[in-house]
Each structure stands twice: as structure tokens, then as C-alpha cells.
């Protein structure tokens, strides 16, 4: 089903009226003139600076232009996430399934349906979560393992390639919400899985934790604020999304 649908390129950029586009699918596609000339530049860039990067950074799936992207196409900066992401990956997969199989059972953190574009939906119960009470490397490597399961299973290269998020706050106050749990999952899809987030939705959320947003939106970049979507107990927007 997911095959046959028409993919068009609104379902490749995300686009804002004053910062203009973003790429959001990478994988065996025909890419820009600007996107090939950073590329290019940034593997002289690497050459000169004596770094050498695995093949798959730089094969059909774009890992080096996620990473160009993701760090505003300063080279430096990408040279630097790249090298620390090569780290990560060494240290963090892969993920023994049998590691995390009691933390998927509790159900805080799953992947359950898909939005109207096909994109994969993963839901996170914060009340359950932190009621779990999990050590954060705990909680990164259910994460991890969460992701990577994404990765190879529910995506569609070249046509699908981000998820949607649900945070869900239901029954949790302002001070019951395990903030440093979200930041692990938060950093660790901002770090390591570049431009795999499509929209973030936050259910039923704390009066207190919306005022906050709306201060710390300010200072965050564009295309940041456009994906996060902080909502009370009205789902009209999420419905434009997902089918109810």
C-alpha cells in the first residue's frame, strides 16, 4: 500500500514561507545543485583536514548531507557531529533485543500506526515512563533500540524517512514529568538521527509546561519550532495529521 502511493515533493522538503526548504528524504534521490556543490566542498574540506569517513557516510542514504544539513552547512561543525556520531556508534550499537524486551513490555515507548503520508508514529506514555523510573542510559539504549527498529523496518528509502512523535502527558503534573528522560530522547534523536523527526505532538500538556514553551520558542531555530506542536486536550491538529 505504502508502495504505491504518489509521493510528491512537499513529502521531500519541509517549506516555510521565510526560511525557505529543508530536506527531509535523502535516500537514492536526485539531489540539488547547492546540496552536490556542500557535498563536494565538504569532502575537500575533510581531505584537508586528514579525516576519512566510513563508506556508508557518504553512499546512497546521504548520511554526510543529513549531518551538512543539520548543522546549518558549516563544515567544521559537521566535521566535528560526524566524528562524534562515528563514536557513538561504536560504543552504543548494536542493541541486544534482550536487553531492552522488559522495558518494551512496559509499553512507555512504542511504534503504533502511521500518519496519512505514511510516516511511522512512535507514542511515548510519560506516565508510565516515569513510573518506570529508568536510569537514563537505560531509557537511551530502549531509544536506541526503538530507532534502529524504525530504520529497518518501517521506513521507505527515498520516499519515507521520518517519524512522528506523540509525547502524551496524561495524568503526569508539571512536576511529575521526568524532564530529564525526554532530554535523553530528545538529544538522542537530535544527535545521531538527523532529520528523522517530521512533527512532534504533546498531549494534555500541564498549563505551567505550555507557558514555558512559549518563552523558550523564541530561542529556538525555525524549522525546530514548525516541528513541535504543544497542545492542551484539543487534537484538531494532530487529526490533520493522523487519521482519528
Same mark, same amino acid.
Given at each position: 500500500?505504502?508502495? &504505491?502511493?504518489?509521493?510528491?515533493?512537499?513529502?521531500?522538503?519541509?517549506?516555510?514561507?521565510?526560511?525557505? &526548504?529543508?530536506?527531509?528524504?535523502?535516500?537514492?534521490?536526485?539531489?540539488?545543485?547547492?546540496?552536490?556543490?556542500?557535498?563536494?566542498?565538504?569532502?575537500?574540506? &575533510?581531505?584537508?583536514?586528514?579525516?576519512?569517513?566510513?563508506?556508508?557516510?557518504?553512499?546512497?542514504?546521504?548520511?554526510?548531507?543529513?549531518?551538512?544539513?543539520?548543522?546549518?552547512?558549516?563544515?567544521?561543525?559537521?566535521?566535528?557531529?560526524?566524528?562524534?556520531?562515528?563514536?557513538?556508534?561504536?560504543?552504543?550499537?548494536?542493541?541486544?533485543?534482550?536487553?531492552?524486551?522488559?522495558?518494551?513490555?512496559?509499553?512507555?515507548?512504542?511504534?503504533?500506526?502511521?500518519?496519512?503520508?505514511?510516516?511511522?508514529?512512535?507514542?511515548?506514555?510519560?506516565?508510565?515512563?516515569?513510573?518506570?523510573?529508568?536510569?537514563?542510559?537505560?531509557?537511551?539504549?530502549?531509544?536506541?533500540?526503538?530507532?534502529?527498529?524504525?530504520?529497518?523496518?518501517?521506513?521507505?528509502?527515498?520516499?519515507?524517512?521520518?517519524?512522528?512523535?506523540?509525547?502524551?502527558?496524561?495524568?503526569?503534573?508539571?512536576?511529575?514529568?521526568?524532564?530529564? &528522560?525526554?532530554?535523553?530522547?530528545?538529544?538522542?534523536?537530535?544527535?545521531?538521527?538527523?532529520?528523522?523527526?517530521?512533527?512532534?505532538?504533546?498531549?494534555?500538556?500541564?498549563?505551567?509546561?505550555?507557558?514555558?514553551?512559549?518563552?523558550?520558542?523564541?530561542?529556538?531555530?525555525?524549522?525546530?519550532?514548525?516541528?513541535?506542536?504543544?497542545?492542551?486536550?484539543?487534537?484538531?491538529?494532530?487529526?490533520?495529521?493522523?487519521?482519528?
Amino acid at each position: 500500500e505504502l508502495k &504505491s502511493m504518489l509521493f510528491t515533493k512537499e513529502d521531500m522538503f519541509v517549506t516555510l514561507e521565510v526560511k525557505g &526548504s529543508q530536506r527531509i528524504v535523502f535516500t537514492s534521490v536526485p539531489l540539488l545543485p547547492e546540496e552536490e556543490d556542500h557535498m563536494a566542498k565538504f569532502r575537500k574540506f &575533510s581531505a584537508e583536514k586528514k579525516v576519512t569517513f566510513p563508506s556508508w557516510v557518504d553512499d546512497k542514504n546521504r548520511v554526510m548531507l543529513r549531518f551538512l544539513q543539520g548543522n546549518g552547512f558549516d563544515y567544521k561543525k559537521t566535521l566535528d557531529s560526524l566524528q562524534k556520531h562515528l563514536e557513538w556508534r561504536t560504543t552504543n550499537l548494536p542493541v541486544d533485543p534482550d536487553e531492552v524486551e522488559e522495558e518494551v513490555n512496559k509499553g512507555f515507548l512504542y511504534f503504533a500506526g502511521r500518519d496519512k503520508r505514511g510516516r511511522p508514529v512512535l507514542h511515548i506514555q510519560v506516565k508510565k515512563l516515569a513510573d518506570a523510573n529508568l536510569a537514563n542510559e537505560k531509557l537511551a539504549k530502549l531509544a536506541i533500540y526503538m530507532l534502529e527498529f524504525a530504520l529497518e523496518n518501517l521506513f521507505l528509502p527515498g520516499k519515507i524517512e521520518t517519524i512522528i512523535v506523540i509525547i502524551d502527558m496524561t495524568g503526569v503534573g508539571a512536576l511529575g514529568i521526568p524532564i530529564g &528522560s525526554l532530554q535523553t530522547i530528545g538529544q538522542m534523536l537530535q544527535n545521531n538521527y538527523r532529520a528523522r523527526l517530521y512533527k512532534q505532538y504533546i498531549l494534555n500538556t500541564p498549563f505551567l509546561i505550555k507557558g514555558m514553551w512559549a518563552v523558550a520558542k523564541s530561542f529556538l531555530e525555525e524549522f525546530t519550532v514548525a516541528k513541535i506542536n504543544v497542545l492542551g486536550g484539543d487534537f484538531s491538529e494532530v487529526y490533520k495529521q493522523i487519521d482519528k
